[in-house]
């Protein structure tokens, strides 16, 4: 029965965690396109302001990569974006796999203990008789209670993972698409509209801080 203890005490850990990191505002903030756009399209963001960037989240991450040779093309633009990729995505999926490792090894674990238990039931047999029914029962009782124990700890880790996946999958389209949308904006084969450089989401982060000392102009579509 310990490792199966360990195996849940792992699990839950895992799910909680997953859950808390894999949340959308943190993976991929709404407004932060809108923002990056709005100051690439005055000025050069400085070192510092592409390595706070960086920081600020998955998405962030990738805007910075794709910023940084952003005077390069669109095309080495949108290969640095891809490399970077590989790295979020390997963050995301973090933990995923021993999850999933979990899920799969709990049942062996408690068919194992079953047949530990059963070994021994058959032992006090051989050596005292199949007179005590009673005895006989409780002891095949525990021995059953591992497989049930492995069982339902394997069955919510499943389902979870394949939670997590689905969930992974979903913020990397996502993040996919906000990269492209933000490369084709600023080489002009997108177009972007007043709510792009003017209007913050709601639910949008305020500040990035990926300003320097001057907050830069931002377009008012069309006002003199």
Not at 18 to 44: C, D, H, Y
Not at 135 to 158: E, Q
Not at 170 to 196: F, M, N, P, T
Request: hydrophobic residues 45%; charged residues 20%.
């Amino acid at each position: 029965m310990l490792p199966i203890i360990v195996c849940s005490v792992v699990a839950i850990a895992i799910i909680l965690e997953r859950f808390w990191s894999l949340r959308k505002s943190r993976i991929a903030p709404a407004g932060l396109r809108q923002e990056v756009l709005r100051e690439a399209l005055v000025t050069t963001l400085s070192p510092m302001q592409l390595l706070e960037l960086e920081r600020h989240s998955p998405l962030g991450k990738l805007f910075a990569s794709g910023l940084r040779n952003n005077q390069y093309g669109r095309e080495i633009m949108k290969e640095a974006i891809e490399e970077s990729a590989t790295a979020v995505v390997h963050e995301l999926e973090r933990f995923l796999s021993l999850l999933g490792t979990i899920a799969a090894i709990t049942p062996l674990l408690g068919l194992l203990g079953t047949v530990l238990g059963m070994i021994e039931v058959f032992a006090v047999i051989m050596e005292q008789g199949s007179g005590q029914a009673s005895v006989l029962a409780g002891g095949i009782s525990k021995a059953l209670i591992t497989t049930a124990a492995g069982l339902a700890i394997a069955i919510p880790a499943l389902l979870f993972h394949r939670f997590f996946e689905r969930r992974v999958a979903e913020l990397v389209v996502h993040l996919e698409q906000e990269s492209i949308h933000l490369v084709e904006q600023l080489h002009g084969q997108r177009a972007y509209d007043d709510a792009d450089l003017n209007v913050r989401p709601t639910g949008a982060t305020p500040k990035t801080h990926l300003h320097g000392q001057m907050e830069p102009e931002v377009y008012n579509g069309g006002d003199k």
